[in-house]
Every structure is written in C-alpha cells, then in structure tokens.
C-alpha cells in the first residue's frame, strides 16, 4: 500500500507541476485552456471553471497528463468560434508566445526539483563520511595504494563531504574517460593526492554503483550489539531482555557486532537460542525464539529490539552538511543543472552505444523506488521526487514528435524560416514519435521486468 501511495503521490506531483506550466503560461499569453486533465482514461472526477468554464478532470490512469487548448489542433480549424475566439486559439500566437507554452512544462518540472532540493539543502543533508575501508583487489583503487582510514576530501578538484558526493562525481568524470584526481586526508592529517585511471571502466551493464565498479567498498559503522529500545510484548521482553544490556554470546560463539546478532537472529525463526548478555556487573542467561516473519518472500526472525549507539559514536562516521538561504538555492541550482545535464549525456551515450539500455527504467522500477525512498523517511521521498521531476523534464525535452521538445522543434523550425512545417512532414513526425515512444516504453517496461525475475 506503500509503494502504491508512494507511486502515485510522485507522479500526481510531477504530472501536476508539469501540466500546470503549460497550462498558466497559456493563460498569460491569452491563449484559451479547454481542458486540464491529470491522468488519462475514464474520468473519475470532472469540473468546469472560470470565465473560460476550463475543463478539469482526474482520469482513471495516472501515467501522464495533458491540457488543451483552443486551435491546438492546426489540421482543421474549430468551427463556429467568435472572433475573440479566435484570437485566443493556439495557432493564432505568434511563435514566441507558443515556444514559450511549449518549454513551461519541462521548467515547472525543473523549477519544482530547484525547490524541493533548496528545502532539503536548507534542513541539511546528512550523509556518511567518505572513509575509506576496504575495496576490491585488483580493481582501479587498488592501484592506488590508498591506506585505510584515509578521508576523501576531493574527487575531480571539487569538494565531496560524503560518499554520496564521491559516487556523483566519479559518475560524471568517469564519462569523461579521463584519469580523476582524489585528494585524502590521513588520521595524521598528512594531505595526499592520487590520480585514479578509470578509462576501462564500463557502463555496458545495469548496475551503475560508480564506487563499486571502481572498486570501494563503503565500510558501514560498526555497531556494538548493545540493546537500546525493547518493543513491549514482543519475544526480547518475554525473554527478559532489557535495555542497556551487552549481547556477548549467541548459542555459546561471541557476537561481534550489531549486524553480527542480527544476522543470527534473522536465521533462526521460531527456533529458541541462547544468549549470554552483560546487565551491569552481572552475566545474565537467557532463552529466546524469534517470531517468525516474511521478508522479500523468505522466512527470517525476529526478537522486537534495537540497538543503542551514542550520538558522539555517530558522529564519527556520519556528517551533515547545512547551508544558508542563498546557499541553498544555489546549491539546488547547480544539483539540478548537474542532474538534468548529466541525464542527457547518460542517454547520448546509450544512443552511442557506450552505455547499457539495461540502465533505463520504466514505471515498475520508479514505483519500487517510490516506496522505498518513502520508507527511508520524508527527506529521502523529497529527494526522490525531485530526481523524478528532473527525468520528466528531461525526457520531455528531447526533439522526439508528439513529446514537448518535438513540438519546440516545430516551432524553432517556424521561427528561423518564417513559415510553419508543412503538414505531411508533422503527420510523418508524428508516427515516429509514437514508435520511438512506445520502444522506449517497451524497453523500459522489458527491464522492470527482466529486474523482478533476476532480482
């Protein structure tokens, strides 16, 4: 239920945001709206309004949206119209004001993903500090003979505070096929720089975990398997498990950590162990049987307790970044300027063939995606949305007929020439834009699939 809410909350916001650009720049250009629908099908709600008696409608299917205007269609014209009417009829504009209704959706959706990202620079964005731990051998870091516990401050010669800033800007300098330049700091705060040769690595697969390909492998904190909260009536309070408690032993071998315990636990399913705690001064004995629950399809257990983990021990491993008013909106600028550029070097590179199709994601993938950012917390579900504002913005960008930017085509066409394209050159644009659409849409919907099956 999630996932679904999730789902169409992201995509009634996008859609919405997308379809009310078109929809008020319009207005402004005196231009007359007909219709502003938010989904497509059956209706399930319908509205008319204003001086215009504008048609609003909430259809059955929320996949997309659409609004329209009068003289929108240039093949015929619309019978039985006033002269003030006609005035207002889309095909009577000049080219500048239907450029400018054309490109409002896509910068609704640009301008919506700015916002969301301002609010989220402005509360602070929290991330895990870019330590390094383990990586891969034999892979491109290896080479570098980077020690342990060395802090990355710079990748590319711009500043990264986060393993979330290392992985964004690996992302975009690896396409550049170039070597990067990483600057660390020691625990001897002894500054050292490095160039990492990432001109054989490849995108010609799905997973595109930038610092896995290269070789990093993100050390999570290690978290002492001592007991914080204990859910009432669940098996850890029937057990007699309290809070503050220090699990030494799980069925008489040492638990070394938090993930450690959990991952027994996990294992053994309506089936009792034994554990060994420290309570103060005392060691305590203790018989306890998870419950049994159903996680991603398979049977795992669960005893109803979380750990307890200082925040100066946090802080060790984590940081947050805030920035000012005017910083934030810059800082959501640039993120947004790097996203949307970066999304149409990613699709460049797949029409080159440099990159995999197999990265291309369709409604099933964004739904999942939607539930779990939605899961993960309000912050992680804003973020999402704003990426998906910028796809959709993206996407609609692109010269393909029948999708915004091939209408701007049209239009830039008119403008340079002086004279509209001709008819039966837009009746053939349009059945390639339907086909190009629909293998996309095939594609796309081809790897959700091939995702659920392969996992």
């Not at 997308?18 to 720049?25: L, S």
């Not at 504009?93 to 054309?102: E, F, L, M, T």
């Not at 402005?122 to 895990?128: E, K, R």
């Not at 080159?352 to 539930?371: D, E, F, H, Q, R």
Request: proline share 4%.
């Amino acid at each position: 239920m999630l996932t679904a809410f999730a789902f169409i909350l992201t995509l009634g916001i996008v859609v919405t945001v997308h379809e009310y650009g078109h929809f008020q720049v319009a207005r402004w250009c005196g231009v007359k709206v007909l219709k502003f629908s938010i989904g497509f099908g059956q209706p399930l709600w319908r509205k008319k309004f204003g001086k215009d008696q504008t048609e609003y409608v909430i259809a059955a299917i929320p996949l997309g949206g659409y609004v329209k205007m009068l003289g929108e269609d240039t093949s015929s014209d619309e019978p039985d119209l006033s002269d003030e009417d006609m005035s207002r009829a889309l095909n009577r504009q000049s080219v500048g004001k239907r450029i400018a209704i054309v490109l409002a959706g896509p910068l609704a959706n640009l301008l919506l993903a700015i916002f969301l990202y301002w609010i989220l620079f402005m509360t602070g964005v929290v991330g895990i500090k870019p330590i390094v731990g383990k990586f891969v051998e034999n892979s491109p870091v290896a080479m570098l003979n980077i020690t342990s516990g060395e802090i990355i401050q710079e990748v590319g010669n711009q500043s990264v505070s986060s393993w979330q800033d290392v992985r964004w800007v690996l992302l975009k300098e690896t396409l550049k096929k170039s070597d990067v330049a990483i600057q660390t700091v020691t625990p001897q705060l002894e500054i050292k720089s490095y160039q990492l040769n990432v001109t054989k690595v490849d995108f010609d697969d799905e997973k595109l975990d930038i610092l896995e390909k290269i070789g990093f492998i993100i050390d999570m904190p290690k978290i002492a398997p001592k007991i914080g909260e204990v859910i009432k009536g669940s098996p850890a309070e029937q057990a007699g498990l309290k809070a503050n408690d220090i699990v030494l032993e799980l069925n008489q071998t040492k638990v070394s950590d938090w993930d450690a315990f959990v991952k027994e636990i996990k294992s053994h399913p309506e089936v009792a162990v034994t554990l060994l705690v420290k309570r103060g001064t005392q060691l305590v004995n203790l018989s306890i049987t998870p419950e049994a629950i159903i996680e991603k399809d398979k049977k795992i257990g669960r005893i109803g307790a979380g750990f307890s983990m200082q925040q100066s021990e946090l802080d060790k491993f984590f940081t947050t970044t805030h920035y000012s008013v005017a910083g934030a909106f810059l800082k959501a600028v640039g993120k947004t300027w790097d996203t949307a550029t970066f999304s149409l070097k990613m699709l460049g590179n797949m029409v080159l063939g440099n990159v995999s199709w197999k990265g291309m994601s369709g409604p099933v993938t964004i739904a999942n995606y939607a539930g779990q950012s939605a899961n993960m917390g309000l912050k992680v579900f804003i973020g999402f949305l704003a990426l998906i504002s910028i796809s959709i913005g993206v996407l609609n960008l692109l010269p393909i007929p029948v999708l915004d930017g091939g209408h701007l085509m049209y239009y830039m066409f008119e403008f340079f020439t002086g004279r509209p394209v001709p008819e039966a050159a837009m009746n053939v644009g349009q059945r390639i834009g339907v086909f190009l659409l629909a293998c996309m849409m095939v594609l796309a919907l081809y790897n959700d699939i091939n995702r659920l099956i392969t996992g």
